[in-house]
């Protein structure tokens, strides 16, 4: 996804920022951009459609100088691929942009600017914030106190870096869900949207957290916390590598990975979501057309994107109203299909190149399909290649074996599709723009609940010399006990297996005994009551219950049952918010039972064979 680097130093930075563009290609992207501050206080800048090594080419001709600028990778949401779209975005010829995320509000804004005889030259969504930056410094406003006021304004996840031409001496940074990274130099500081952009240039780094806004100078960095707090982030200090750096600062991939959440699901809404509507043509050229003609929907998958999966259908038959079933790829290719007529065939895969997987959708091509669609995190993959309709989960690069980010935006992709079926089944805009409001709230409810890791940690004694743990779930929830059961088993070796709670009685609470943890997961939804009425069926005979509850729920831990609070959440995204503190207790199991977090036994990323 998009890139951001900008610098402030004693010395030219272009040549800082290209190479730091360079280092965040793996990202993705379709254009690229920079602008500076020129010595005589002008604002120079150059973009282009293409690859950083074009933007390079242009710079070559017409080249840039300044000790002060920002870099930008776009990959294109609102707007076509065009240079006039392309990062930075400049207002009054002084103030320029650069823009990682989603303005959900732009449009309004948009409005008012206009009225006010801003002249717009992009369809971006970032322009907003050039024009209403310069509007508040007009007004007399201090840069800071510019881009505070304007991020008061704007609803959404995104990171924006900011350079005023007439106070060429600092950057203002703010972040919210989309990270930022500040690296510190020797008369010289810098910010990027990814640790390995800023290698070239320093080893010294502050991570800002969610919603700190940052004065950037030369000589030092300024951090204001979200509720106005000046503060002192930790200075993290390595040595890494190019390969060891990308999990930095955390001790494994998989807790970097399980951290990057909050940013991937915000991502994985680019240019599906605008002006909280749904927009069903992102997942390709024919999808209107096909999607109006749905009606059934078969999903295959295996491992985690089952689990994926088997959630989705519920919120495609809740929210769509589409009959929907899902099936594990390497048991479809080996039956008889029926397939009804009108029927999406679906693949979900994070590599795009499992085994099964894609060999289901080659067979499906033949078995009388109305088209396919595939939701994969691997753009140039063969799933993605061989699809009619393909949504990219934008999660990033995840290394470490257990998919933990890679799961949670595969949730929120089918979710997103759920509602483009819904749209297309006749759902009322006021529905929708309901509905999407809920989407948008997915990533800042999942960083809400990363702030349960100290709690999840502690958590983690009760169960690292257990052998077997029993996870119970009812309706969405019960697919989530099945992944929280399976990153539980895959990384630290406990036997985990997990059931739908009303099925304990046909088997299952023969196993039940005080060295077996029983975890619940239990949101305020409209099973709650019966899920209650199964947890005290497993209290009657001595079990240890773990849940995972709302406070609304009214559940409060008492002998023989720990009660973990969990964020409140719309029951909508409750499968997504849920996830997280699950995949946290799996990973500190496993560190404290010494297993290898990232590469566990006997596992592979891709199953590339059957």
């Known amino acids: 996804m998009c890139g951001i680097v900008g610098a402030v130093a004693k010395q030219d930075i272009v040549p800082i920022l290209v190479e730091g563009l360079r280092r965040l290609e793996y990202r993705g992207y379709d254009s690229a951009g920079v602008a500076v501050v020129g010595d005589d206080g002008s604002l120079g800048l150059s973009r282009t459609v293409g690859k950083v090594a074009e933007l390079d080419e242009k710079l070559a001709q017409h080249a840039l100088t300044g000790q002060i600028g920002i870099a930008h990778t776009r990959w294109a949401t609102h707007g076509g691929v065009t240079e006039a779209n392309a990062h930075p975005h400049v207002s009054g010829g002084r103030v320029a942009v650069i823009h990682n995320g989603i303005i959900e509000n732009f449009q ?32 007399g406003l201090d840069l800071v106190e510019a881009v505070g006021k304007a991020v008061e304004r704007f609803e959404g996840a995104y990171a924006l870096l900011v350079v005023d031409a007439e106070d ?101 809404l680019y240019g599906r979501v605008k002006n909280q509507r749904v927009m069903s043509e992102s997942l390709g050229s024919r999808a209107v057309e096909m999607l109006d003609q749905v ?46 007529g009108k029927t999406l065939f679906v693949t979900l895969s994070q590599s795009g190149e499992t085994a099964d997987t894609l060999e289901a959708l080659r067979m499906a091509k033949d078995l009388g399909y109305l088209g396919s669609l595939t939701i994969c995190n691997s753009p140039h993959s063969s799933m993605v290649r061989e699809s009619d309709l393909v949504m990219m989960t ?169 009660v973990i609070s969990m964020p409140h959440a719309d029951r909508m995204i409750a499968p997504i918010v849920y996830t997280v503190p699950l995949q946290l207790l799996a990973y500190h199991v496993a560190v404290l039972r010494k297993t290898d977090v990232d590469q566990p036994r006997n596992l592979a990323k891709s199953v590339t064979v059957e």
């Open 394 to 562: 934008q999660a990033g690069p995840e290394i470490g074996v257990a998919s933990t980010k890679a799961f949670t935006t595969q949730l929120l992709s089918i979710l997103v599709v759920a509602l483009m079926m819904a749209k297309h089944r006749g759902l009322s805009e006021e529905r929708e723009r309901e509905f999407v409001a809920n989407l948008t709230h997915a990533a800042a409810a999942s960083d809400l609940a990363l702030k349960m890791d100290d709690q999840l940690k502690e958590l983690a004694k009760d169960f690292a010399d257990k052998q077997h743990t029993l996870f119970l779930g009812r309706g969405p929830m019960w697919p989530i006990a099945m992944e929280g059961a399976l990153k539980l088993k895959e990384i630290s070796y406990i036997h985990a297996e997990a059931y739908a709670a009303g099925e304990l009685k046909h088997g299952p609470l023969a196993l039940i005994d005080d060295e077996m943890p029983v975890v619940v997961v239990a949101p305020n939804n409209e099973l709650l009551d019966k899920l209650k009425s199964n947890m005290q069926v497993v209290r009657a005979r001595g079990g240890q219950l773990y849940v995972f509850a709302d406070d609304e729920t009214g559940i409060e831990s008492e002998p023989g049952m720990t």
């Open 108 to 139: 309004p804004i948009k409005d008012e600017m206009q009225a006010g005889g801003y002249v717009f030259e992009s369809e971006t969504d970032t322009e907003v914030a050039a024009h209403l930056i310069h509007d508040y410094l007009k007004q």
């Open 295 to 340: 009606e059934n929907i078969h999903i295959v998958a295996c491992g985690t994107s089952y689990h994926a999966g088997c959630v989705g259908k519920y919120w495609l038959e809740a929210i769509a109203g589409v009959p929907t079933q899902v099936e594990i790829a390497s048991e479809y290719r080996y039956r008889h299909v029926v397939v009804p």
């Open 168 to 268: 060429p001496d600092r950057l203002v940074v703010t972040r919210v869900a989309s990270p930022l990274v500040v690296g510190l130099g020797d008369g010289a500081n810098y910010v990027a949207s990814g640790v390995p952009a800023l290698l070239p240039v320093t080893q010294r780094f502050i991570y800002l957290e969610q919603g700190d806004l940052a004065e950037i100078r030369r000589d030092g960095v300024r951090i204001v916390d979200v509720e106005g707090n000046v503060v002192a982030r930790e200075v993290h200090e390595t040595e890494w590598d190019s390969a060891s750096a990308e999990k930095a600062p955390y001790d494994h991939f998989m807790l970097k990975e399980i951290h990057d959440q909050p940013s991937a699901l915000a991502d994985t």
